[in-house]
């Protein structure tokens, strides 16, 4: 019967070894648990600031491809009025030459 005893003793602090080890398990598991809860927090903010910055690049670009067209626009426009300006004056030199041409001719030799 000691025999019997001393073998429910052993199964008994056998289950009270592994229902502690069950405890430090759960308390490992919980700690996990909102070790994983605070990485997939910390996970979703990146995330969000992520898409804002995506979002800043984009409304970056949209608004650079306008400078760009102003700034085209602009430079094209500078073109023409530069044309215009050289094709006047060109027509002043030529009306210059005129004029030279016709003050030789007026003056008497």
Do not use: K, S, W
Request: charged share 45%.
């Amino acid at each position: 019967m000691a025999d019997r005893q001393e073998e429910i003793d052993a199964l008994q602090r056998e289950l009270e070894a592994t229902r502690a080890q069950r405890e430090a398990f759960q308390e490992q598991l919980i700690r996990e648990e909102l070790r994983n809860e605070a990485l997939r927090d910390e996970v979703r903010a990146l995330e969000a600031e992520v898409r804002a910055e995506q979002h800043e690049a984009a409304t970056r670009r949209v608004e650079t491809h306008g400078l760009r067209e102003l700034l085209i626009e602009e430079r094209q426009r500078r073109q023409q009025e530069n044309e215009a300006f050289r094709r006047e004056l060109e027509f002043m030199e030529e009306a210059y030459i005129a004029l030279l041409r016709e003050l030789e001719d007026a003056r008497p030799n």
